[in-house]
């Protein structure tokens, strides 16, 4: 009722709804990948941060979090 309405409104109430089961299900996922021992490789190689997020946890991550997108997009 604060958003008005229209399209926008409802796609940002959705998406307000939807956040924190996204937020549950990257955390989930990017722990598991932290632990892995490629990862555990890369930062004993002297791997940055940015570098061991963009290239070994991201993608990792990546496939329980598209899947997640679509079970809430039936959702929604």
Avoid: C, E, K, N
Avoid at 25 to 30: F, L, N
Avoid at 38 to 60: D, E, F, I, K, N
């Amino acid at each position: 009722a604060i958003l008005g309405r229209g399209t926008s409104g409802t796609v940002v109430a959705v998406a307000a709804f939807a956040l924190p089961t996204f937020v549950r299900v990257a955390g989930a996922a990017a722990l598991g990948a932290v632990g892995r021992d490629y990862v555990l490789a890369a930062r004993a190689a002297g791997a940055t941060p940015l570098r061991l997020l963009a290239r070994h946890v991201l993608p990792a991550a990546l496939s329980p979090i598209v899947a997640q997108g679509t079970v809430m997009l039936g959702t929604a």
